[in-house]
């Protein structure tokens, strides 16, 4: 079964990409012959024959080249191989995937992430990696929370290589200026939104808010905000919104962030504000690790800054789910050359100088790397600020599938928080009208 009920799209979606490319390998050389570390398969020598791999991903210019130069430190080890790259957008790349897996004819490795993998988890699409894992003793090389977002059933699917968590910043000079005390990790619900008020009330710039979520946010938290039961169940395709305590609650405070004025994502005012956390126009900010190149080179010095734990909710005794986008590879089950395959995962998945680059774009899957790299200590040019909570909060994350019929439900959902907002229903008809529609999707998709 998943491990996991609520999927998420991956932030590395980038542009459209209209050309693929391909790379010669270097001369062959020969060399020892290493082992893979699987008996009774084909043996991943570097004195074999010339290979080429197909090898698929997605991304913004910037991405494609960071995710060759990687795939180059492994052709520069292994000068017999060589990949065919295979890349596009990432809202392309699902319709590919589909193509590529209904046809019978995918890439050899895969990039995967922890939404659009999900329609092939009892496909037989993708190498059950288990046995690799344990035959390399790398059972405990990745993050354990990541290898639980690519399991089902038992079986790992993809190999993870790095994540992007969601935190909350905060702006110490708008802070001091409203006279407010700076957040805690231990911090509780209760005390977050008594932070809010006080910041609403100490904040004189009438553009100044009290916090900046992306429009998209407020939306995406109350899903599953207190953990389960969320909105629906996503293994029975039931809505678990009604009579639902914990969504309840979740689905009125995320709404009362924009009715409450603490944010400016009201209909009329969605636009008071140009910019997010980054503009010091707001106190507290939801950010990811991608954001901080952004942080470093727009706020530079123009205010003070730190990060803090999502806070603990006592009444339901969990603290906020953070949103977590996983990325990760894996094997198509037709790929002729398996082993090589794998070889080259475990590398880009294990090597400090591939978690170099990827910590370009989010926090490494691999555990020594975070702990024994200088990663934490690496502030990207900046002061030192509160690291340790981009790893911390993948400990409360959730994932959040958004594609197929989920969408379809997540959009009821989403216009009648609108209309919350808007003042044109009330909660509970609006969660009447969640529950009821949902189903009715739900139940339209079986028959169908």
Not at 102 to 123: E, F, H, M, Q, R
Not at 424 to 446: C, L
């Amino acid at each position: 079964m998943l491990k996991r009920n609520f999927w998420i799209r991956s932030l590395c979606v980038g542009l459209a990409l209209s050309f693929g490319l391909t790379l010669t390998a270097c001369d062959s050389t020969p060399q020892e012959q290493p082992s893979s570390g699987t008996a009774g398969e084909e043996q991943v020598a570097e004195n074999a024959g010339p290979i080429t791999l197909q090898y698929s991903f997605w991304g913004d210019d910037y991405t494609v080249q960071q995710k060759i130069k990687a795939a180059e430190l492994y052709t520069a080890e292994h000068p017999n191989v060589s990949f065919e790259y295979i890349y596009c957008s990432g809202v392309d790349y699902q319709t590919k995937m589909q193509t590529w897996c209904s046809a019978g004819d995918a890439p050899d490795i895969i990039s995967t992430a922890v939404d659009i993998i999900v329609p092939y988890l009892d496909t037989g699409s993708f190498e059950d990696l288990s046995d690799r894992v344990k035959n390399d003793g790398l059972e405990k090389a990745w993050m354990p929370e990541l290898v639980e977002f690519f399991t089902h059933d038992g079986k790992l699917l993809s190999a993870p290589n790095q994540y992007v968590t969601t935190v909350l910043a905060y702006n110490k000079d708008l802070f001091d200026q409203a006279g407010v005390e700076y957040p805690k990790d231990d911090w509780t619900e209760e005390e977050f939104y008594n932070t809010l008020e006080s910041l609403k009330n100490g904040l004189s710039d009438p553009e100044t808010y009290a916090i900046h979520m992306p429009y998209a946010y407020p939306l995406i938290f109350y899903r599953r905000l207190y953990g389960d039961p969320g909105m629906y169940d996503l293994q029975t395709m039931q809505m678990t919104s009604k009579d639902n305590p914990r969504f309840q609650k979740a689905f009125e405070n995320m709404a009362r962030l924009t009715i409450d004025g603490y944010m400016p994502y009201t209909t009329a005012s969605r636009s008071a504000v140009q910019g997010g956390f980054e503009t010091g126009k707001y106190a507290l900010g939801l950010i990811t690790y991608g954001n901080l190149p952004t942080m470093r080179d727009q706020v530079a010095d123009s205010f003070e800054w730190d990060t803090v734990m999502w806070p603990y909710s006592e009444e339901f005794e969990t603290r906020w789910t953070a949103v977590v986008f996983g990325n990760g590879y894996g094997i198509y089950t037709g790929n002729e050359h398996k082993d090589q395959a794998w070889d080259v995962i475990k590398f880009l998945t294990t090597t400090p100088e591939v978690c170099d680059i990827d910590a370009e774009f989010g926090v490494p899957a691999l555990q020594t790397y975070q702990n024994d790299s200088g990663f934490m200590e690496d502030y990207l040019g900046r002061d030192p600020f509160n690291k340790q909570v981009f790893v911390n909060t993948l400990e409360s994350a959730t994932i959040y599938y958004s594609v197929g019929v989920w969408a379809q439900v997540n959009d009821v959902a989403v216009d009648q928080f609108n209309q919350c907002i808007e003042g044109k229903t009330d909660f509970d008809s609006a969660i009447e009208v969640i529950s009821q529609q949902g189903q009715e999707i739900f139940d339209a998709n079986r028959m169908g």
